[in-house]
């Protein structure tokens, strides 16, 4: 069975703090993995994605992402949030025999001011 | 960046009508998408479709779903009968390619209400 899940419905952070959202997965053989941010009554918007080399990723906004093939994980960082990082954040993983994008439960973050 | 417009962003029907919903698509993209966002997080996969054809489809995408690009318009959903589940918001997305790690261009959303 191939799942991707986000353990965390909800992360409240002060701004300025570092944040870690979690995203784990059950797939067999290769993947691709991909973060998009939700902002409230907006569609999702891509902010980066692993599928091969270095296992840290880089994105969009200060964030990056660190492939684990061993703990099954693909977990989104940031190092200082500000308070527009609130939104809704979707962990997505497709398998390379697949021909789509499988979402997790999304991990609403709010940062406090 | 590349834009997905969505059409209309609210749509409210009698249960047992009939309703499309549209997509315009980057203007570039080959590879279509219709997604299931329910209770504002779930976001489900409905279908995709590429050169004309379903790619593939999930149990959501009942028998009473359909989709199709005639060349050059909208890529469409149209349910019909409409049921109260059937109630969410729908995010089309494209892609320029089918290769598995194509980033995804979401529309904002159709909220389709079913009374």
């Known amino acids: 069975t191939q799942t991707v899940s986000q353990s965390d419905a909800h992360v409240t952070v002060f701004e300025g703090d570092s944040v870690e959202l979690r995203c784990n997965y059950s797939y067999g053989g290769s993947i691709y993995l991909s973060w998009y941010i939700q902002h409230h009554g907006r569609g999702l918007q891509f902010l980066l994605k692993y599928y091969s080399g270095n296992p840290v990723v880089q994105g969009v906004n200060g964030f990056e992402a660190e492939f684990s093939k061993s703990d099954s994980s693909f977990h989104l960082r940031k190092a200082s949030v500000h308070w527009s990082d609130s939104a809704v954040y979707f962990c997505?993983?497709?398998?390379?025999?697949?021909?789509?994008?499988?979402f997790g439960t999304g991990t609403k973050l709010q940062v406090v001011p | 960046g590349p834009k997905v417009l969505q059409i209309p962003s609210h749509q409210i029907i009698d249960m047992g009508q009939m309703v499309t919903l549209n997509c315009d698509p980057v203007s570039n993209h080959l590879y279509f998408y219709w997604y299931k966002q329910i209770l504002g997080q779930q976001m489900e996969f409905l279908v995709n479709f590429y050169n004309g054809k379903v790619m593939e489809k999930s149990k959501l995408f009942k028998d009473q779903f359909s989709v199709e690009r005639p060349d050059g318009s909208y890529f469409t959903l149209k349910i019909q009968p409409t049921a109260l589940e059937d109630s969410a918001v729908y995010f089309c997305a494209s892609s320029l390619s089918g290769w598995g790690a194509e980033t995804l261009y979401f529309g904002s959303g159709t909220r389709l209400t079913v009374l």
């Open positions: 997505a993983v497709r398998a390379n025999s697949g021909t789509y994008q499988r």
